[in-house]
């Protein structure tokens, strides 16, 4: 029983910035996968990036590359995601999300959007 809130969504202007934030909460298994995704009206949800408990590289998605990163604090069971230099293509409701590996549990908060826009 795990629950995701997440934080800092809004209205920014294309090439502005934004960090958004989830606070997991509950039964966490300490080895698992924090992250984010997004959907758009009319579009697939997709992967934005995420990032393994153990540490390592993070996982980004192709259009995002360069310009977002993604970040945690395991002893705070927190993920960040600095967004830079936002295109009014990446507007859309950001979902964070919390994956155990082997178990095959997915978690998923409620979502946060993020709108850009002049």
């Known amino acids: 029983q795990v629950q995701l809130v997440e934080f800092g969504g809004g209205l920014v202007q294309p090439g502005g910035s934004l960090r958004l934030s989830c606070a997991a909460s509950g039964s966490i298994f300490s080895i698992n996968t924090m992250g984010w995704y997004r959907q758009a009206p009319g579009k697939e949800r997709e992967l934005v990036a995420s990032?393994?408990?153990?540490?390592?590289?993070?996982n980004y998605g192709d259009s995002v590359k360069g310009r977002f990163t993604i970040s945690r604090d395991n002893a705070k069971n927190m993920v960040y995601l600095q967004m830079n230099n936002l295109r009014p293509e990446d507007t859309a409701v950001y979902y964070c999300?919390?994956?155990?590996?082997?178990?095959?549990?997915?978690?998923w908060g409620k979502g946060t959007l993020v709108t850009v826009s002049s």
């Open positions: 990032i393994w408990s153990g540490g390592g590289s993070a």
């Open positions: 999300n919390l994956e155990v590996p082997g178990l095959g549990r997915v978690y």
